[in-house]
């Protein structure tokens, strides 16, 4: 059984989504759960609207990871500003910010999205391994 200890930097979207991942039933063969800091992480959520001061913050989050790390961005806002597209305000795509290993769309994107991140995520540990 895959276990992803997860810390998540949720930047105002998707927050309720990511806290009742460890409740669903994945039916799958990981386990996950959320951590309380960074260091304790072996995977990263990252979702909601990237500001500059956010975007200080999730290079601050990413850096008190483990060396063995991986990157979830989660919904529209993170992989592509989403609403805030258009807005005076600059902002900025996750992947701009750190590597990404798996890109979870939606607007809110829903449990078995991200949960079929989870499990590509899972399957390119095992062949990384392999």
Not at 19 to 46: M, N, Q, W, Y
Not at 91 to 115: K, M, Q
Not at 116 to 122: E, R, T, W
Request: include cysteine; glycine fraction near 6%; proline fraction near 6%.
């Amino acid at each position: 059984m895959t276990f992803f200890p997860v810390y998540s930097c949720c930047f105002g979207c998707c927050f309720h989504e990511v806290e009742l991942l460890p409740l669903h039933d994945t039916g799958r063969d990981f386990k996950i759960e959320l951590v309380s800091h960074p260091s304790l992480a072996s995977v990263l959520l990252v979702s909601g609207f990237l500001s500059h001061k956010n975007k200080k913050v999730l290079r601050s989050v990413h850096a008190q990871m483990p060396s063995q790390k991986s990157v979830i961005a989660l919904g529209a806002c993170s992989l592509s500003g989403g609403l805030f597209q258009t807005s005076a305000v600059p902002f900025y795509r996750a992947e701009d910010i750190v590597p990404i290993d798996v890109f979870v769309v939606g607007c809110p994107p829903s449990a078995d999205r991200i949960l079929a991140g989870f499990l590509f995520l899972a399957k390119k540990k095992k062949e990384k391994a392999s």
